[in-house]
């Protein structure tokens, strides 16, 4: 025992490596289980209003399906979290072209991207210290990237997800964290019934490829309002156009900040009213993807349970989708000399 941190074999990878899985432990009781191997979280376990503890991170028990089948459960995101259109963008008059891997479009780093590499792992101080170095090159990408990403678990019931990075080359940079939660426990129904409130005036209206137009665009009158708690399922099959192309929630909020602040905010704030479990999402970053869990269909098991439809949600803290491409979207490039740094964190409590 280290800092509240231990470790245990997960498994081997094909070519022979040995993957660990790291368990990190509080003083309420409060356990998460990471992965080197992608830097997956496996396991979130919070208590509900009447200290009754349980799993709310959706995942597997073993190694296999997390290489294979997994849909980004708990993983790290890079180089580029969510889409880039066509895999193509211009940087300093040079055009790039990326792996496309979801249609016509390039997702979450390509295949492999950050969630299906070994990083390596070392306990520093209170945390979990993941590194990798992305070689020039690697999925179409300019420039090696050295990439950390630290998990630390508080005493306030706290996930905190830092990541550092530096480049020898311009390139685009948005690292993220891509678990799905159910309040409720994993494997018990669709997270529906959850009341989620996102602190945002807008959102990145996407085409059927979820590629954004460009604009951001008011959620006045929009099932996309959140700005007051409202069930998820409330008004996700309304006839909706961007409902449709995203297969319900699958969309990047644009976060409510005030000129020239700084630091962490709550932007985020979701209580599955059975349990009274609450979540809060505070981030350094200008979105957040909240995603309805549309493409789990069943088809996947893990922990005892069917992944079906609807069956977890997600708020990835990122810069917008296809950002390379948007000039008037908050900037992605990250240049020789500067450092990429940025901090959520994913807190947990109960509503009484």
Not at 285 to 309: A, C, M, R
Request: aromatic fraction near 10%.
């Amino acid at each position: 025992m280290q800092n509240g941190i231990t470790q245990a074999p997960f498994g081997t990878l094909p070519d022979g490596r040995q993957v660990t899985q790291y368990t990190l432990k509080n003083n309420n009781g409060m356990v998460v289980r990471v992965l080197d191997f992608g830097g997956i979280i496996t396991e979130i376990h919070v208590p509900d209003r009447d200290g009754v503890f349980a799993d709310v991170a959706l995942g597997f028990e073993t190694l296999e399906p997390y290489i294979k089948d997994s849909p980004y459960f708990g993983a790290l995101i890079g180089r580029y979290g969510n889409r880039i259109g066509k895999g193509r963008f211009t940087l300093d008059g040079k055009q790039y072209q990326l792996t496309t891997n979801n249609g016509n479009n390039h997702l979450h780093g390509g295949d492999p991207g950050y969630d299906k590499v070994l990083w390596t792992a070392a306990v520093e101080g209170d945390g979990l210290v993941l590194r990798y170095h992305s070689p020039d090159g690697e999925q179409g990408y300019p420039g090696n990237l050295d990439a950390t990403a630290t998990y630390v678990l508080t005493d306030d019931n706290e996930i905190v997800v830092r990541f550092h990075a530096v480049t020898d080359q311009p390139t685009p940079v948005n690292l993220t964290q891509h678990s799905y939660f159910n309040l409720a426990g994993a494997g018990q129904g669709d997270i529906l019934a959850h009341e989620i409130t996102i602190d945002a005036d807008k959102f990145v209206p996407i085409d059927a490829e979820s590629i954004p137009f460009g604009e951001l665009a008011p959620v006045t009158g929009t099932p996309f309002d959140f700005r007051k708690p409202r069930a998820i399922g409330e008004r996700i099959a309304q006839p909706d156009k961007q409902l449709r192309h995203g297969t319900g929630y699958d969309h990047c909020w644009v976060l409510n900040r005030r000129l020239g602040e700084q630091g962490l905010k709550r932007a985020v704030h979701v209580c599955e009213p059975t349990t009274g479990r609450v979540l809060e999402l505070f981030t350094q970053e200008p979105g957040v993807q909240f995603y309805s869990g549309n493409f789990l269909d069943g088809s996947l098991t893990g922990k005892g349970h069917p992944w079906i439809f609807r069956s977890g949600f997600c708020i990835e803290p990122e810069h917008y989708p296809d950002s390379p491409n948007q000039p008037a979207y908050p900037n992605t490039i990250l240049r020789p000399g500067e450092v990429y740094e940025t901090e959520s964190r994913f807190r947990f409590s109960v509503a009484h």
